[in-house]
C-alpha cells in the first residue's frame, strides 16, 4: 500500500528553496515518492504578478501555472529520494513540451497541480502535469527536470 503525504507550507519550505514572491504553492494534499503529488495555489488578486498582467483584468500568468507545476514536481522529486536543498541538491527545471492553456485563472481559484513522474534516467526526470480549477483542466504540460548538486 502506498504512503499518502500531506505537507503545509513549512513542510513545502524544507523541500523548496524558492521564496516570496516565487513560491507558487501553498500546501501539497497528497504524496506519494517515486508517483506522483498533488498540490494547491490559492490565487489571490494580492499576488505582484496581478499589478500588471493585467491591471483591469488580472489573469495568472500561463508560465506562472507551468512553474507552480514544476515546483510541485520539485517537491515529489526531494521526497523520493529523501534529500532537501540544505543538502546541496537542487532541480532545476530544464524542459517543457506539449504545454496548452484551455482556461484562465483568475484571483479567488485554487489551482489543483498533479504531476506524475513519468521516467529517471540518471539525473533527468520527466514528469506528465495537469492543473486544474474546480475540476476543469486549465493547463497542460510535460516537464523535464534535472537534479544537479548546488
Known sequence: MNELNAMDIQGILEHLPHRFPFLLIDRITEL???????????????EPFFVGHFPKYPVMPGVLIVEAMA??????????????????????????????????????DQLVLKVNIE???????????????????????????????L
Open 32 to 46: 506519494v515518492p517515486g508517483e506522483r503529488v498533488v498540490a494547491l495555489k490559492n490565487v489571490s488578486f494580492n
Open 71 to 108: 515546483q510541485a514536481a520539485g517537491v515529489l522529486s526531494f521526497k523520493t529520494t529523501g534529500d532537501k536543498p540544505k543538502d546541496g541538491i537542487l532541480y532545476l527545471f530544464v524542459g517543457i513540451d506539449n504545454a496548452r492553456f484551455k482556461a484562465q485563472v483568475v484571483p479567488g
Open 119 to 149: 521516467r529517471k534516467l540518471r539525473n533527468i526526470w520527466k514528469y506528465k502535469a495537469i492543473a486544474e480549477v474546480n475540476g476543469q483542466l486549465v493547463a497542460e504540460a510535460d516537464l523535464m527536470c534535472a537534479q544537479t548538486p
